[in-house]
């Protein structure tokens, strides 16, 4: 398909038309359709729950992986998830069968692969924390099997070239006891759903955690006066200071021009300047410098 408007595709509501769109099912269709770019760059679109995209669109091709990917199977004491299993998914097929740990996934949006890009989980500990394995497709149709080391991950990330494309993982789930799996699960599903946003489209946290002693993003929002401050259709949440909203009509333009005030604002308050924990599709690199996004 041609000029997809990705803003049906992504969590916020947000963003441009991509020049060619394709869905990809199986390892065959994918490697079929990367020779198709023949090397050219080309992007991998989960469910966007981490990703603002340019109004001008992402400017090269875009793949959803679906069919097989979106499988995964509860084993023994590990979990097998294809890249485009959903998260909540996943994460309750673990509580139902009483499995230890997934719960630092809880109240997550997005896919399994996307998680293993953002390194998503808590504070404390990230999901990679809990991978024994997974498997990436390059640009050239070879597969690789990768372990931790491999990646090296950190707090909202890993070091991989954005060239790979997450295809699976094993994911570590031991039989924990059932009613402590249910409680663990519970006590942090509500805490998300009271402190955090769920009925407005967002992108979740806007801002990375500033290493400790520092205080956390969403109280150097507060701080610098940011908080229920509003750009077009784009507002930063009163419910949550590190929580952009959509209203309803809010263009990536917004989000921008509100993510780049709370940073100066920020700055010049605290001397703090916040790291962005969003991907960024079609964005010059000027916009992503300062958004302090860029690499």
């Known amino acids: 398909?041609?000029?997809?408007?990705?803003?049906?595709?992504?969590?916020?509501?947000?963003?441009?038309?991509?020049?060619?769109?394709?869905?990809?099912?199986?390892?065959?269709?994918?490697?079929?359709?990367?020779?198709?770019?023949?090397?050219?760059?080309?992007?991998?679109?989960?469910?966007?729950?981490?990703?603002?995209?340019?109004?001008?669109?992402?400017?090269?091709?875009?793949?959803?992986?679906?069919?097989?990917?979106?499988?995964?199977?509860?084993?023994?004491?590990?979990?097998?998830?294809?890249?485009?299993?959903?998260?909540?998914?996943?994460?309750?097929?673990?509580?139902?069968?009483?499995?230890?740990?997934?719960?630092?996934?809880?109240?997550?949006p997005g896919t399994m692969g996307g998680a293993l890009c953002m390194n998503a989980g808590t504070s404390d500990e990230g999901i990679w924390s809990r991978v024994n394995w997974a498997d990436v497709m390059w640009r050239d149709g070879r597969t690789e099997r990768l372990k931790e080391a491999d990646v090296r991950p950190r707090y909202r990330g890993i070091d991989l070239d954005p060239a790979a494309i997450f295809l699976r993982a094993e994911i570590e789930a031991p039989v924990g006891d059932p009613v402590m799996v249910e409680e663990e699960h519970r006590r942090r599903r509500e805490a998300k759903l009271a402190a955090q946003v769920y009925d407005q489209p967002t992108c979740g946290s806007t801002w990375?955690?500033?290493?400790?002693?520092?205080?956390?993003?969403?109280?150097?929002?507060?701080?610098?006066?940011?908080?229920?401050?509003?750009?077009?259709?784009?507002?930063?949440?009163?419910?949550?200071?590190?929580?952009?909203?959509?209203?309803?009509?809010?263009?990536?333009?917004?989000?921008?021009?509100?993510?780049?005030e709370t940073r100066r604002r920020v700055l010049a308050e605290t001397g703090i300047a916040l790291e962005p924990e969003l991907h960024f599709w079609g964005f010059a690199e000027d916009v992503l410098r300062e958004l302090g996004a860029a690499e």
């Open 1 to 108: 398909m041609r000029d997809v408007r990705l803003a049906e595709y992504t969590r916020w509501k947000i963003g441009g038309p991509a020049p060619a769109f394709a869905q990809a099912g199986s390892e065959d269709e994918l490697r079929a359709l990367l020779a198709e770019v023949a090397g050219g760059p080309v992007l991998v679109l989960g469910r966007g729950a981490n990703l603002l995209v340019s109004d001008d669109g992402p400017g090269c091709p875009v793949i959803v992986l679906d069919g097989e990917f979106k499988a995964f199977r509860v084993l023994d004491r590990t979990i097998e998830v294809g890249a485009a299993a959903s998260i909540s998914a996943v994460v309750q097929a673990a509580r139902r069968e009483g499995r230890s740990g997934l719960w630092i996934l809880e109240a997550v």
């Open 208 to 260: 990375k955690n500033p290493s400790p002693p520092a205080p956390s993003a969403w109280q150097l929002v507060d701080k610098a006066g940011m908080r229920g401050a509003r750009r077009g259709g784009a507002r930063i949440s009163p419910k949550h200071a590190n929580f952009i909203v959509n209203l309803g009509d809010a263009c990536a333009e917004d989000v921008v021009k509100l993510m780049a």
